[in-house]
């Protein structure tokens, strides 16, 4: 892909858009494209966290490994950003990412990622949004479980 339209990528991606043109060239610069194949892993969860990914094309599940099995906890579209929390908290991967369609993304190194937290304060803003939208999200759906547990435990 070509420079300039991964440029125009990172302006459509909320994380970015605030960051004048000529600095999301840097990161445009600085990030690899990258390619997977409906099934293909990104992320395993687990693993360290080296990159993060803004997705370009496709689709992909977010999982977490439970004692029943991988329970998907988020689908991803094109624009979305994962894998920032094994960065920012320096934790090993806290889920796995798996392409549910042909995908291809932008991975932008640890370093570079970091480099962005740190120079762009409306990036921070945005990742905290992103993750505090995840974190409601989250309760949202422990709480649905815990209702539904509970209902199955009453006598009918």
Not at 24 to 37: D, G, N, W
Not at 131 to 154: D, K
């Amino acid at each position: 892909m070509m420079l300039k339209s991964e440029i125009d990528l990172l302006r459509a991606v909320p994380l970015f858009a605030a960051i004048d043109p000529s600095r999301l060239k840097l990161i445009a610069y600085t990030a690899e494209t990258v390619a997977y194949r409906q099934g293909q892993v990104l992320c395993r969860q687990g693993d360290a966290g080296d990159a993060a990914y803004v997705l370009i094309e496709g689709e992909a599940d977010v999982s977490i490994a439970a004692d029943t099995g991988d329970f998907v906890v988020a689908a991803l579209k094109p624009g979305d950003v994962v894998g920032e929390i094994a960065i920012l908290c320096d934790v090993p991967r806290t889920a796995t990412v798996r392409a549910t369609t042909q995908l291809s993304a932008l991975r932008v190194r640890k370093e570079a990622f970091l480099q962005l937290v740190k120079q762009f304060p409306e990036v921070a803003t945005e990742i905290m949004r992103g993750l505090a939208e995840r974190l409601t999200h989250t309760n949202e759906e422990l709480v649905r479980a815990r209702n539904l547990a509970v209902g199955e435990g009453q006598p009918q």
